[in-house]
């Protein structure tokens, strides 16, 4: 006899996304605002016990959906006046692992992305001003075995930096 999946578990079993409902959404969506919001705090909120947040957020955090807790500093307080990101072009597709490894030595790279389009890496460096932009890229980034070239671009400015309001995308 033959069963058959429903379309939400055949999505998840695609996906290989873990199952969360709609209770663990709005848990998330209240630390994404305030991560420093007690559970108690929380609980009250969503009419629930202070024990389900802490049972949930648990299960969330053995899931991997919750991979720790980080606070937001503002770097141009404390010095850092210059984000730039760079297009990094590789030597071969399979040097990233190596690379993006090399990239994590320095302390200035904050992200790395592996990207289609022109470039084969994403980077972003956050520096004090664009003397020590140049010293990371030439004396650091560039000397990295691997990488062919790269492309640097200064951000003016950052108008947008938010998580997903995954309560407000349409599923």
Known sequence: ML????????RNLMNDLPEIDELDKQIL????????????????????????????MKKMEQMGIVMGSSIVIDFHKLGYKV?????????KSSHYDAVASQLAQVPEVVEANYTTGLYNMLVKVVCKDTNHLRVVLHDKIEKI??????????SLEQSINRPVNFLAVAH
């Open 145 to 154: 075995t691997g990488i062919q070239r790269l492309e640097s671009f200064i």
């Open 3 to 10: 069963t058959r999946a429903s379309p939400a578990h055949l």
């Open 29 to 56: 969506s209240k630390l994404i605002e305030d991560g420093k919001l007690p559970y108690t705090d929380i609980a009250k909120q969503l009419f629930v016990s202070s024990g389900t947040i802490h049972v949930r």
């Open 83 to 91: 984000n730039a990101f760079l297009g990094i072009y590789l030597d």
